[in-house]
């Protein structure tokens, strides 16, 4: 049970809270296209490598093509890594995309996510549709990664959700699977919630 008095802002990490991932499903394909550090690369939280480049938006996606090509020496095509890199991506529970419909009539929704863009445009156009709805009837506004040149755990990110969003962090209750990144939030004024593996969002707003 979640305490919301004087909360008026829910902000949501995306992996692993909304979305189900299967990161070693994608560690696989990547190896599998002799992309020999995927594991080391690839983590639930954050990225290193390449893979980082393309989550702060320091690489295009077609650098990021281009990177993976000269890894492998192989003639991968885009669809090949852009199928490979949405494996790591499962589906947003239906229950939990009803959640946020119901909480957008009382509170701003906001979202809070280290992505890039192959995942992000990919979940637009699948999990966001869900009966004929599109991304903007579940969300306020989405901050995403490599959109914003940040992101978490560094305080950068949250202070500039702070600023575009006018909101103060005391007022916010933010959502993630990261102990990293909770402390962060934490330690700028926000309330938080450090959600569990696979846990179901729905009965901590029950008798609010």
Known sequence: MLNLQGISTLIFDFGGVLINLDRDRCVKKFIEYDVTDADKM??????SGIFMQLENGEISTDEFYSAIRD????????????????????DVPAEKL?????LRKRYKVLMLSNTNAIHFP???KTVFTYKGHTLADFFDHCYLSYKMHLSKPDAAIFKALLDDAKVSPHECLFFDDSEANIKTAQSLGFQTYLVRANEQLAPLFENN
């Open 42 to 47: 690839l983590g639930n939280y954050r990225q």
């Open 122 to 124: 990919w979940c637009e």
């Open 71 to 90: 890894i492998t020496g192989k003639s991968i095509s885009n669809e090949q890594i852009n199928d490979a890199f949405n494996s790591f991506l499962l």
């Open 98 to 102: 009803e959640l946020l419909l119901k």
